[in-house]
């Protein structure tokens, strides 16, 4: 049975991107997400593939496996396809322990319906951003684990608080 995982930073006023960036730069949720999702499949919309650094396209050591609804869309080094629950039904097929849905805001909302881990960064900081979270359904989800942490945010200059927090879906 492979687990599937949804992976996000998420900021108080939902923020999750801006320009089709991150609004933040958190070493220490980046780190999180990598040992997290490494040596692990990583299912993304073309939007976030595109906006991954050069130096982190395609996300080393992970499958990157890239949704789109383009037919003429190429991205080196990744696997696409054209329907989310066929790019769901290849990661079970393979097997593997855990595969991670990274994203954005239009693959989340998918991902949220099959997940059955929800990995949240909550960053207690407002941010400006033109992309924002779903609304999220907290009654379907129990939480198992909570994190405190503070840290920079270098993209912004200031100090933020923010927790890594594990939900299992209930039932
Ligand atoms: N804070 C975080 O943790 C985090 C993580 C990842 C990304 N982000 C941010 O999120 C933003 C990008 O999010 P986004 O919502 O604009 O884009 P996205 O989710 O990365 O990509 C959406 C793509 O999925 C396609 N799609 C829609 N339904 C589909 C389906 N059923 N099967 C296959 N493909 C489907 C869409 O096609 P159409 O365009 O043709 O509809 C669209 O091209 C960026 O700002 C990025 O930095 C933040």
């Known amino acids: 049975m492979t687990e599937i995982t949804v992976i996000v930073a998420i900021a108080q006023n939902g923020a999750i991107g801006k320009n089709n960036d991150i609004p933040w730069h958190i070493k220490e949720d980046f780190l999180h997400f990598k040992e997290k999702t490494m040596g692990c499949p990583c299912i993304m919309g073309d939007k976030t593939y595109d906006s991954l650094p050069d130096f982190a396209r395609p996300l080393p050591g992970r499958e990157n496996i890239v949704c789109t609804l383009d037919k003429n869309y190429k991205a080196d080094g990744a696997k ?79 100090k933020v608080k923010f927790s890594f927090i594990t939900y299992r879906r209930k039932g």
């Open 80 to 158: 696409i396809f054209h329907d989310f629950d066929e790019a769901i039904t290849y990661v079970k097929e393979k097997n593997v322990p855990k595969a991670f849905v990274i994203g954005g805001a239009t693959i989340y909302k998918l991902g949220m319906g099959v997940a059955d881990v929800f990995e949240l960064t909550r960053i207690y900081h407002d941010y400006d951003a033109d992309t924002f979270y779903p609304a999220i359904d907290f009654s379907k989800w129990e939480e198992v684990n909570k994190e405190d942490h503070e840290g920079m945010d270098v993209k912004n200059k200031i």
